[in-house]
Structure formats: C-alpha cells, structure tokens
Nanobody, 124 residues
Framework: QVQLVESGGGLVQPGGSLRLSCAAS????????IGWFRQVPGKEREGVSY????????HYIDSVKGRFTISRDNAKNTVYLQMNSLKPEDTAVYYC?????????????????WGQGTQVTVSA
C-alpha cells in the first residue's frame, strides 16, 4: 500500500521558516518526480515546486524562487521543502505528490499518489 505522509506544517510569523517533510511507504521516492502543491479554500491547487528523478533537477514557481528549497534524502525515503522568508500569502494546505513518469511538473494531472496535506499558516 502506497502512502505519502506530510509533516512539519504549523503557525509561523512572517519572515519565519518551516521545513515540510514528505515520507513515503510502499514506493521508492527516488523512482518518482515529487511535487509540492498548495491549496487555499476556494482556489485551485497550485504547484509550488518539484524535483525530477529523470534528470535530477528542481523547479520552483516564481513566487517562491529564492525562498523555498526542495531536496531528497533517499536513505530516509523522504523529500523536504525548506521554506524561508515566509509570507502571509504562503498560507495554505501543502501536499506532496509522486509522479511515476519521473519528469515532474507543476500541473497536478500526472501525479498518481498524494499525501493528506499539512497546514501552513503565516501570520503575525
């Protein structure tokens, strides 16, 4: 049974940092592209970043570039999203997802497995 479990969310002040974790069971994350998405109530899910297994590269949307960093720890079968200089507009439920093509994209459609999400709230 495949399971992705996010953790590390919480309440943080503007300018603060959080590190989200996406731990997998039932699959080897290194065989998949892993994406981080976020969703605010009433809005569509937004792809934030991904790490490709095909070419090993990473991608970020412009609004988080320079502030967020995605990384893998293959020994722990875990992918991380380090979020620095957080802003109130980063507030959302954050999800990780696994794309079996290995390529990665910020579009949700190719992702086959999803976690349950973790809430990130940035507020003073």
């Amino acid at each position: 049974q495949v399971q992705l479990v996010e953790s590390g969310g919480g309440l943080v002040q503007p300018g603060g940092s959080l590190r989200l974790s996406c731990a997998a069971s039932g699959l080897t994350l290194d065989d998949y592209a892993i994406g981080w998405f976020r969703q605010v109530p009433g809005k569509e899910r937004e792809g934030v970043s991904y790490i490709s297994s095909t070419y090993g590269g990473t991608h970020y949307i412009d609004s988080v570039k320079g502030r967020f960093t995605i990384s893998r720890d293959n020994a722990k079968n875990t992918v991380y999203l380090q979020m620095n200089s957080l802003k109130p507009e980063d507030t959302a439920v954050y999800y990780c997802a696994a794309d079996p093509s290995g390529i990665g994209t910020t579009i949700a459609t190719p992702y086959e497995y999803w976690g349950q999400g973790t809430q990130v709230t940035v507020s003073a």
